[in-house]
Nanobody, 120 residues
């Protein structure tokens, strides 16, 4: 059974940092693209960043370039989202998702979300 467990969210002041973790199990980690997505209140879910062994790092949105990075620890089957210089508009529920077909394919397994709140 594919499982994705996101953690690390919280309340932080603008300009601060958080690191989210996505622990994966139930599939061959190296064969999947793992992405981070977010959904703010009243808005559609949007992609943030994705990582895969074949394509490296993929940015879904330019709004996080220079502030967010994605990395993976294959030994721990975990993907991290390092978020620096956080802004109030980064407030959202953050989800991780895995796809066997790459960062841009919509056939994904989803984990539960973790709330990130950035205060001004």
């Amino acid at each position: 059974e594919v499982q994705l467990q996101a953690s690390g969210g919280g309340l932080v002041q603008a300009g601060g940092s958080l690191r989210l973790s996505c622990a994966a199990s139930g599939f061959t980690f190296d064969d999947y693209a793992i992405g981070w997505f977010r959904q703010a209140p009243g808005k559609e879910r949007e992609g943030v960043l994705c990582i895969s062994s074949s394509d490296g790092t993929t940015y879904y949105t330019d709004s996080v370039k220079g502030r967010f990075t994605i990395s993976s620890d294959n030994a721990k089957n975990t993907v991290y989202l390092q978020m620096n210089s956080l802004k109030p508009e980064d407030t959202a529920v953050y989800y991780c998702a895995a796809s066997r077909f790459g960062c841009w394919d919509t056939r994904r397994y989803w984990g539960q979300g973790t709330q990130v709140t950035v205060s001004s």
